[in-house]
């Protein structure tokens, strides 16, 4: 490298010698509201896969019984939407199903279950 930049300090020279960077992720904050609406929507999203598919309704048929575009059912399956009581509802009319909830926000929080008979 001295042939290159002669005798010039190489960091001022932009070039970083004998140093390497390091990325260091922050903890977690379980508590973070950004973190809990995205552990939300992937929930959301899944619960409305799992049940699409459990069903065996295409990503069409889901839309038009709810009354909605077929890219917006899979930017809610792709964790994209956020649950909302009236999205929930609406979906569970579609899916025949009523919602389930339990504490907590991760996947397998939120669920379509079938109507009892």
Known sequence: MRELYGDRDLRKAGVMAGYHTRWERSPARDDDPERIAIREALAFGKALYDRRVALGLSVTEVA???GMTEDEIECIE????TPTIALLRRLAA???????????????SVW???HAA
């Open 64 to 66: 038009d019984r709810a």
């Open 78 to 81: 792709e964790g994209g939407t």
């Open 94 to 108: 579609a899916l025949d199903a009523d919602v389930r909830l339990t504490p907590g926000h991760d996947l397998g």
């Open 112 to 114: 379509f279950e079938a």
